[in-house]
Structure formats: structure tokens, C-alpha cells
């Protein structure tokens, strides 16, 4: 996998609102990751398997505002994460040399 495949697989979130990013991004993890309702079972590339939950996308997508008093608040959308959701995925999919998600 080479940096353009990379960067193809990228969503783009430009001129969107925290609003709509956050729709997008449950309608992607929707698609993307429950495979079984509100539930996704998947497979890695060696084997393992993954299981997701919708109740658990706000701890994926979001973080806190307050990391010394609230760390457990998840208030703050992490757009980064938005826009690698495919990444993820294909990381899992297949052994890439030099790419992990950590």
C-alpha cells in the first residue's frame, strides 16, 4: 500500500459542520463496522477477531474537553479519527508493512 493509496481512502470533511461530520460519521460506521445490526463482527488480517457495538462510537470518535478533571467525558469530536474511518478498516483487512493503528 503505497502514501496515495493512503490518502485515497481518506474522507474529506471540508466546509462541514461538527454537526453533519458527526451524521456522516455514524452513517460510515454504520456501513462500515456493524455487519450484524448494532453489532459488527470482523476479522483481521491474521485471524483475530474484532467485535464493535453502536453504543461504543462515541468512545471512538470523540474525546474529552477536560482530560485532568472529566477524563471520561467524550464531548470533542476528533475529526482525525472521521477521516481515517476506511483507514482503520483496510489496516485490519490486510498486513501492511509499515502501517499499524495503534
Do not use: C, W
Request: hydrophobic content about 30%; overall charge neutral; cysteine-free.
Amino acid at each position: 500500500m503505497t502514501i496515495a493509496d493512503l490518502r485515497s481512502i481518506l474522507i474529506s470533511l471540508e466546509g462541514m459542520t461538527v454537526e453533519q461530520i458527526d451524521e456522516y460519521a455514524r452513517h460510515l460506521y454504520r456501513q462500515a463496522y456493524l455487519n450484524k445490526g448494532h453489532v459488527g463482527i470482523h476479522k483481521t488480517h491474521d485471524d483475530e477477531l474484532l467485535v464493535f457495538h453502536s453504543r461504543t462510537f462515541e468512545h471512538a470518535f470523540y474525546t474529552t474537553s477536560d482530560r485532568y478533571d472529566h477524563p471520561e467525558r467524550k464531548d470533542v469530536l476528533r475529526r482525525g479519527s472521521v477521516e481515517r474511518i476506511h483507514l482503520d478498516r483496510e489496516t485490519r483487512r490486510r498486513r501492511s508493512d509499515g502501517i499499524g493503528m495503534f
